[in-house]
């Protein structure tokens, strides 16, 4: 029987087949020392998932803190001056900046699982660090201001200290 024309040759004497050979050099997929582990991406995934409730969190302890400290300053400037609301407003305060550092620092420490280009563009997540930045140096400012109106106790500047904080905030 004759051996058919598409049919594979023989290996040879030696068992090693002559047309079995690769041209180009075995190539590795690009990043496979960069691939992130199952774990890694879970640990990111939780952390930023806590973040983004912690955020929401944060934003009404915020707006409980204006919403208290506008009363305060209301009560304390331009009603009967009882002070009923300056231990609230104080502790809100302290919760609220409290709860945006932990915010934060669960954002800061979330292992990164994927290497990016250095400049990978404008994106939204770009915009929401650029604002908490911004947003960071108005809370440092604020909580600043805050105390050093407290501070002003007696003074006669203390209303344009309050003043300037009510509307900073």
Do not use: I, W
């Amino acid at each position: 029987m004759a051996a058919e024309p598409d049919a594979p040759a023989a290996p040879a004497a030696g068992g090693v087949d002559p047309m079995s050979f690769d041209l180009l050099p075995p190539v590795e997929p690009p990043f496979a020392d960069s691939t992130p582990s199952v774990s890694l991406v879970s640990v990111r995934r939780t952390m930023l998932t806590v973040h983004q409730s912690m955020g929401m969190a944060t934003f009404a302890l915020l707006a409980a803190t204006v919403a208290v400290g506008h009363l305060n300053y209301h009560d304390r400037f331009y009603g009967s001056d009882r002070g009923s609301l300056e231990r609230a407003h104080r502790a809100l305060a302290y919760t609220t900046e409290t709860a945006f550092l932990a915010t934060g620092a669960l954002a800061l420490f979330a292992p990164e699982p994927d290497a990016k280009p250095a400049l990978s563009g404008f994106d939204s997540t770009t915009v929401h660090k650029l604002a908490m930045l911004a947003a960071t140096l108005c809370m440092v400012g604020q909580v600043g201001l805050g105390l050093y109106t407290a501070s002003r106790e007696g003074y006669v500047d203390q209303l344009t200290m309050a003043r300037a904080h009510l509307v900073a905030g």
